[in-house]
């Protein structure tokens, strides 16, 4: 089945780095965008950006441009999400998550559907 | 940066309707999505296009838009629905995606 398979939990400092992976099975992995989104404890979603798999193509959230970098490695089907500067509130759980519907990979056309299949977190923990 | 705004709550008894307004300024330009989060779960898309429902999301669940507002309505509401409910957008350039503040519902 279609599933998106996260890295576990990390603990940093302050400063530190982080790079959360994302391993996806079941389907095509470079004809189907991938979004980032974290989650502060008690607080709501929030969207960091997008991957395109198989140009590697990114769009980050204009609140992260400059410290967030995701990537792909496609001989395993895997996306990633650092994050540098680490703050004590980047603590979150972070989710990948796959759109719904694929792109066109011959026009490049990209169209948004919504977030349909999304992994099941990794929490991330910044503390000194 | 562009912001979309639900109430904080909503409460509903079961079997009653339950109306979750989502608004923004570039809504009538932009499409609107609807996830349900359940407490420690991640998110599941309810809604797409404003109106749209996946496969295997009951058919209580439905979107409709006006304007700058957008609103997701649970049609019979049962026990299970008890959840978190984001909408989500883009800015009028479609190049940003954003989540609006949340709305928890409670069912009493």
């Known amino acids: 089945q279609v599933q998106l398979v996260q890295s576990g939990a990390e603990v940093k400092k302050p400063g530190a780095s982080v790079k959360v992976s994302c391993k996806a099975s079941g389907y095509t992995f470079i004809g189907y965008y991938i979004h980032w989104v974290r989650q502060a404890p008690g607080q709501g979603l929030e969207w960091m950006g997008w991957?395109?798999?198989?140009?590697?193509?990114?769009n980050y959230a204009q609140k992260f441009q400059g410290w967030v970098t995701m990537t792909r490695d496609t001989s395993i089907s895997t996306a990633y999400m650092e994050l540098s500067r680490l703050r004590s509130d980047d603590t979150a759980v972070y989710y990948c998550a796959r759109d719904q519907r694929p792109y066109d990979i011959l026009t490049g056309l990209y169209k948004y559907y919504g977030m349909d299949v999304w992994g099941q977190g990794t929490t991330v923990t910044v503390s000194s | 940066s562009y912001e979309l705004t639900q109430p904080p709550s909503v409460s509903v008894s079961p079997g009653q309707t339950a109306r979750i307004t989502c608004s923004g300024d570039a809504l009538p330009k932009q499409s609107a999505y609807w996830y349900q989060q359940k407490s420690g779960q991640a998110p599941v898309l309810v809604i797409y296009?404003?109106?749209e429902r996946p496969s295997g999301i009951p058919e209580r669940f439905s979107g409709s838009s006006s304007g700058t507002t957008v609103t997701l309505t649970i049609s019979g509401v049962q026990a299970e629905d008890e959840a978190d409910y984001y909408c989500q957008s883009a800015d009028t350039s479609a190049t940003y995606y954003v989540f609006g503040t949340g709305t928890k519902v409670t069912v009493l």
């Open positions: 991957i395109n798999p198989n140009s590697g193509g990114t």
């Open positions: 296009k404003d109106t």
